[in-house]
Structure formats: C-alpha cells, structure tokens
C-alpha cells in the first residue's frame, strides 16, 4: 500500500529490513546497543563488524531516543538505532515513548539530510507491544512529522508478516 502526504511517500511492504535500500533503515535495538535477536539480531548479522564497532563507540541509548550508525555492509548507507518501550500494560507511558522513539529517528534523519527511510514495527516482538495499538502510532506520528517537515521523499515501514502487514494497512487507511 502507498500513500503521499505533501512531497512525502508512505509506503507499507512485507519484507526483510536488510535488504532495503534506502538511505536508512531502523533498527529495533535496546539501550546497551549490543545486538539481540529480532531485527536487531538480522541487522547486526548482514550489516558485519563495522555497525557493532559503531555500537559500542556510541555506548548507550536511552529507551525513546535514536542514534546512528553507517550501514556496514548492508545496501542501506545508515542504520538509525532506535529503543522502543517494553510493554506492560499501557498504563507505564509506553505511548509516548514509542511515539518519541519514531519522532527522534525521523529528526535523526532529517538532520543528516537522509530523503529515505524504512521501519520495522518497533516494539512489537520481543518487547510484546500489541502491533493494533503500535500501528495507529507509528502510523499517526510518522504523517504528523510529515506534514510539519519537509524534506523526507519516502518513509518505508517494513513489515515481517502478511498479518502485520494488513494491520499496518488498516491503521494507515484509518489516519488518512
Ligand atoms: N525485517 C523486518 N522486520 C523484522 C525482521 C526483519 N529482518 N526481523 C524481525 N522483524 P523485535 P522489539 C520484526 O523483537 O519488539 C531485540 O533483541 C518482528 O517480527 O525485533 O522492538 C533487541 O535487542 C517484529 O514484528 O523488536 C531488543 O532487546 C518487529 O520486527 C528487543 O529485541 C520487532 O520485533 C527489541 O524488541
């Protein structure tokens, strides 16, 4: 599925993150960014050594926040790394820092001057964010950002499974 708002393509696909070509991808990382499994474990795998060795020169990331890194070896120039909330109940602010965790890697991109950027469904696999609630606010926050910057050509968001997918889609539909 595609949309456009202002200059700004949306996009939703199924897929694998790492074989994207935008000028970044986002990786759902944790605050030690020292790899994991999910997304994160396949980024740091494809993207070899030199991401990692980025990782640990960086040091931290605050849950909410993003950081960045060069691509490695994958087709991406850049790798923003991302910390989404784990999920509790949705009483412990998890809305708000998931939103934030999209609103700083799209900030991240615009400040380096990026036009293209693909996400993966943050939070919504080992940190257990039920991906109908995630949805509507990734979805909901990436167009905010679009429609008050420009500069962005196309947000990607990459999904991982045909049900994610049509999720995605719907809550995109919805914020139109
Ligand atoms: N491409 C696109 N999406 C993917 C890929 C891929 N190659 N692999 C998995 N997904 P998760 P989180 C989907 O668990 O919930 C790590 O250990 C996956 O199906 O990767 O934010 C980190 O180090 C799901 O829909 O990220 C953290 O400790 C989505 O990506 C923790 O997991 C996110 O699932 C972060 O958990």
Known sequence: MEARVNATAISLVRGDITLEETDAIV???NTTLSGG???DGAIHSSGGPLISAECRKIGSCPT???VITSGG???ARHVIHTVGPVYKDGEHGEPSMLRSAYLSSLTLAL???????AFPSISTGAYGYPVEEASKIAVSTVIGFIKQNNGLDLVRFVLFSDRDL???SRA???AL
């Open 37 to 39: 499994s999910g997304v």
């Open 111 to 117: 400040e380096k001057n990026l036009r293209s950027v």
């Open 73 to 75: 070896s994958l087709k």
């Open 172 to 174: 995109l539909k919805g």
């Open 64 to 66: 909410g926040h993003a």
């Open 166 to 168: 049509e999720v995605y």
């Open 27 to 29: 990786n759902a990382a």
